[in-house]
């Protein structure tokens, strides 16, 4: 599979003969992996499906949860459960470590949530999630009324549950990303193609928000899975791929070309230089030459 280069540093990141190999497919919509560093396996979502998959080594890909509320995105917090995003029910969930559900978040000033979407935990344990309406749509989602009058990124303390809204001037927030330092966010945001950071002020809060890159290219894709390496390159779905972007000026290095929209992407294996794609109906992985961070 071709890479296109837009600046040499690129190389210093992915390999120039890159090769994607093909783990899985016959899915709806893959979307949400995250790896396990211990048990050594990569849990993913099928939204349009209802169903949570499991990839390793020995066993390919299996079922995880039939049905899953349609979930989107996926992360592990610092205890090693997994939070997810669903589509159909408007809840962020945690998965216990016997296998029970818990609802951590479903409504904010008692209306729902439009559709939670992707999901990160900051270092100090506190979960942060992007809320647009996609979800409330055909396809993705299951089409009913919007109860809330705006689109969000909120900040939820896992012991209280209380709900904090941070920001709404989105088109429609999707992936986001702490800095390596956790001390600012990005967020991208689909509709308008582009990139924000935002500072992140000592009581939690939100600042700044100004575009940190635009998302330009052929194909099809639009900013939507958003994560870093272990380098504080900024990795986000987009027009033809994946695209890789510089922190400290946000230029676009280069785009990992996938044969179909890649909505999302995590590192793994031991040295945490396997790359795996969540693309439309596949599951891809390839080897990268700067390693991911690990989720707990």
Same mark, same amino acid.
């Given at each position: 599979?071709?890479?296109?280069?837009?600046?040499?540093?690129?190389?210093?990141?992915?390999?120039?003969?890159?090769?994607?190999?093909?783990?899985?497919?016959?899915?709806?919509?893959?979307?949400?992996?995250?790896?396990?560093?211990?048990?050594?396996?990569?849990?993913?979502?099928?939204?349009?499906? =209802? &169903?949570?998959? !499991?990839?390793? %080594?020995? /066993?390919? +890909? @299996? $079922?995880?949860?039939?049905?899953?509320?349609?979930?989107?995105?996926?992360?592990?917090?610092?205890?090693?459960?997994?939070?997810?995003?669903?589509?159909?029910? =408007? &809840?962020?969930? !945690?998965?216990? %470590?016997? /296998?029970? +559900? @818990? $609802?951590?978040?479903?409504?904010?000033?008692?209306?729902?949530?439009?559709?939670?979407?992707?999901?990160?935990?900051?270092?100090?344990?506190?979960?942060?999630?992007?809320?647009?309406?996609?979800?409330?749509?055909? /396809?993705?989602?299951? $089409?009913?009324?919007?109860?809330?009058?705006?689109?969000?990124?909120?900040?939820?303390?896992?012991?209280?549950?209380?709900?904090?809204?941070?920001?709404?001037?989105?088109?429609?927030?999707?992936?986001?990303?702490?800095?390596?330092?956790?001390?600012?966010?990005?967020?991208?945001?689909?509709?308008?193609?582009?990139?924000?950071?935002?500072?992140?002020?000592?009581?939690?809060?939100?600042?700044?928000?100004?575009?940190?890159?635009?998302?330009?290219?052929?194909?099809?894709?639009?900013?939507?899975?958003?994560?870093?390496?272990?380098?504080?390159?900024?990795?986000?779905?987009?027009?033809?791929?994946?695209?890789?972007?510089?922190?400290?000026?946000?230029?676009?290095?280069?785009?990992?070309?996938?044969?179909?929209?890649?909505?999302?992407?995590?590192?793994?294996?031991?040295?945490?230089?396997?790359?795996?794609?969540?693309?439309?109906?596949?599951?891809?992985?390839?080897?990268?030459?700067?390693?991911?961070?690990?989720?707990?």
């Amino acid at each position: 599979m071709s890479i296109e280069v837009r600046d040499p540093r690129f190389l210093d990141v992915i390999p120039e003969d890159l090769a994607l190999e093909t783990l899985g497919e016959g899915f709806a919509f893959t979307e949400g992996p995250i790896w396990h560093p211990t048990e050594r396996h990569l849990t993913f979502s099928d939204i349009p499906n =209802s &169903r949570m998959h !499991r990839w390793s %080594a020995e /066993g390919g +890909v @299996t $079922v995880f949860r039939d049905p899953s509320n349609m979930t989107n995105g996926n992360t592990y917090d610092h205890s090693g459960r997994i939070l997810s995003c669903e589509h159909a029910t =408007s &809840r962020v969930t !945690r998965t216990e %470590a016997d /296998g029970s +559900v @818990t $609802v951590m978040a479903s409504h904010y000033d008692g209306k729902e949530l439009n559709s939670p979407n992707d999901i990160v935990v900051r270092r100090d344990g506190s979960i942060w999630f992007t809320d647009p309406t996609f979800g409330r749509l055909g /396809g993705t989602g299951v $089409v009913r009324d919007l109860e809330l009058d705006h689109v969000g990124v909120y900040r939820l303390d896992p012991d209280s549950r209380e709900l904090t809204l941070l920001a709404t001037d989105f088109g429609q927030p999707n992936g986001l990303a702490f800095t390596l330092d956790h001390e600012g966010l990005y967020v991208a945001d689909t509709p308008n193609r582009h990139i924000r950071r935002f500072a992140i002020n000592d009581d939690g809060s939100l600042s700044g928000g100004e575009v940190f890159a635009e998302s330009t290219g052929e194909g099809a894709g639009a900013p939507d899975g958003l994560k870093i390496d272990s380098q504080g390159h900024v990795f986000c779905a987009g027009p033809g791929g994946v695209h890789v972007y510089h922190p400290a000026d946000g230029t676009c290095l280069g785009v990992i070309h996938t044969p179909a929209f890649c909505a999302n992407f995590a590192w793994g294996d031991d040295d945490l230089l396997t790359f795996f794609l969540t693309s439309s109906t596949c599951l891809y992985r390839t080897r990268v030459k700067v390693p991911g961070i690990p989720l707990f």
